[in-house]
């Protein structure tokens, strides 16, 4: 797997890295398992490994997931320091819903937490989970570039922008990363730019929900145009889908979530998996259906 360059000098990481998310809702695996998920996929070959406070039941639950995560890194006899751990803050969980809460203080507060449940001193990749609506952007981008100063994050990343927002933060603070939805049900990250912008000023575009999500995940391996692929190519569908994410730009590194061993090394390996243009356009032309 060629490795994909983040920005503002950040490492290169393996272009297919691991989201830990699912590991922490409400259908979550028990912990040996999901332990064992997440040290799967770096034995596969992942290198990024995305978190977030707020991957967890409610509010009472912040930190699950990266707690977790650390706990993965603590066992694991592979090179820690090879690791990028990136994780974000700027939502919170009150009875298990997701709300926006941007304020600096909110940062602030929210950075000390995730250094604790990840046992750091210093986190790699620290994220805005989402603009507020009701906090001015400027002064949310403004508390990363002052986490940045203190030596709390060592680099600086966006989730959920536009490519005006994406802007604007830059003239703040050094942009690494830009988290944003991609995948053939939702083209909204091409559509609108924001992918041909990253890959412009060297940002790294991490795709989230690269598969679809959810219910929608479920829908791939019958899918009428990828199943033929999948099938003469020898791949699951999910590894087809993760490679024409890929594909979209040499600035994209998918994220895929995985609950199993099996499938999260599945998703590691479409990292390695190359597509012929005639299989990328018949994927672009076909209809992936919401409904």
Not at 68 to 77: C, D, H, I, K, S
């Amino acid at each position: 797997m060629t490795p994909r360059t983040l920005g503002a000098g950040a490492p290169a990481v393996p272009p297919v890295g691991y989201g830990g998310m699912h590991l922490s809702l409400q259908d979550r695996p028990p912990e040996a398992q999901a332990v064992e998920v997440v040290r799967s996929a770096l034995d596969a070959g992942a290198r990024l490994i995305d978190t977030a406070d707020v991957y967890c039941l409610d509010d009472s639950d912040i930190g699950h997931n990266e707690r977790l995560v650390a706990q993965a890194l603590r066992g694991w006899t592979g090179d820690r320091e090879a690791v990028l751990v990136a994780t974000k803050g700027g939502l919170t969980r009150p009875a298990g819903r997701w709300d926006r809460d941007g304020r600096p203080e909110h940062l602030y507060a929210a950075c000390e937490r995730s250094l604790r449940a990840l046992g750091v001193e210093r986190i790699a990749l620290y994220q805005l989970h989402a603009p507020d609506p009701d906090v001015p952007f400027a002064e949310s981008v403004g508390a990363l570039a002052e986490l940045r100063r203190q030596g709390k994050i060592r680099w600086a990343g966006l989730s959920n922008v536009s490519v005006a927002q994406i802007r604007a933060a830059e003239t703040l603070v050094p942009i690494a990363t830009v988290q944003n939805r991609l995948n053939p049900f939702f083209r909204e990250a091409l559509e609108e730019g924001v992918v041909r912008y990253c890959e412009g000023q060297g940002i790294g575009f991490l795709a989230y929900s690269p598969t679809g999500g959810g219910r929608l995940n479920r829908k791939l391996p019958d899918h009428p145009v990828l199943r033929p692929i999948a099938a003469r190519l020898g791949v699951s569908a999910h590894a087809l889908v993760l490679a024409w994410v890929l594909a979209q730009s040499p600035a994209v590194v998918a994220i895929p979530s995985a609950r199993r061993v099996e499938h999260a090394v599945d998703s590691v390996a479409a990292g390695s998996l190359e597509l012929s243009a005639e299989d990328l356009g018949a994927i672009d032309r076909a209809e992936f259906s919401r409904a």
